[in-house]
């Protein structure tokens, strides 16, 4: 049973629009949520971050909202650019006694048609 | 350049062989990660390390070992190669373990036939 779920597989969206993509959890002690974009042949890089005791957390043209009592979080990408075309994981963390887990989500690829 | 490097790019290896995967960071991150991408699973933690010397499972162990001798190296072992074990398999780093940003390393692509 998967803890962090994205389910949409992909995205399309119009250069210069507003791309969403969501990424709902299970599990409610998730103390802290990430987001990381993935180009081909490339490696995950870090996007965005943001704290359980926070809703929302913004970096230029990135903003996560968090709706804990939903158990859903968002990424939101304004103005998209071409160059945004690639998969985006969502994570979620939850620090326990004796480590620390982090759980992905399958990912969403992201179009942005020029 | 600082960073986490992979080796190989990417192998086809026979089922029953022994492969070993190398990751290398020069960022003296004491935390490092084994994960494998599977078309519609995402990313699923092999196997962490806290620092060197210490190691512990994640949520796909099974089939493969790591050893952390010192901060920089973290190989992953697969003692016996399975077909189940065609993946790209990514290694990544942080400053500890925590909920931290992770770098991830640029993957190797292994095929086991």
């Known amino acids: 049973d998967q803890q962090v779920k994205q389910n949409s597989p992909s995205l399309s969206v119009q250069e210069g629009r507003i791309s969403i993509l969501n990424c709902d959890y299970t599990n409610s002690m998730f103390d802290y949520f990430l987001w990381y974009k993935k180009y081909p042949a490339e490696g995950p890089t870090f996007l965005i971050s943001i704290s359980s005791i926070k809703d929302k957390n913004e970096d230029g043209r990135f903003t996560v909202f968090l709706n804990k009592s939903a158990k859903h979080l968002s990424l939101h990408i304004v103005p998209s650019q071409p160059g945004d075309s690639a998969v985006y994981f969502c994570?979620?963390?939850?620090?326990?006694?004796?480590?620390?887990?982090?759980?992905f989500g399958a990912g969403t690829r992201l179009f942005v048609k020029a | 350049i600082a960073g986490i490097t992979q080796a190989p790019t990417s192998q086809i290896l026979a089922a029953g062989r022994r492969m070993t995967l190398r990751c290398t960071q020069d960022?003296?991150?004491?935390?490092m990660y084994w994960y494998r991408q599977d078309l519609g699973l995402g990313l699923r933690l092999i196997h962490y390390?806290?620092?060197?010397?210490?190691?512990g499972k994640g949520e796909v162990p099974d089939g493969y070992s790591v050893s952390r001798a010192n901060t920089d190296d973290f190989p992953l072992t697969l003692a016996s190669a399975v077909p189940s074990q065609t993946s790209v398999y990514f290694c990544?780093?942080?400053?500890?373990?925590?909920?931290?940003?992770?770098?991830f390393g640029p993957g190797t692509r292994l095929t086991v036939l």
């Open positions: 994570a979620a963390g939850v620090s326990h006694t004796g480590g620390f887990k982090t759980i």
């Open positions: 390390s806290n620092t060197a010397g210490t190691t």
């Open positions: 960022m003296r991150h004491n935390a």
């Open positions: 990544a780093s942080s400053a500890n373990l925590g909920i931290n940003e992770q770098f």
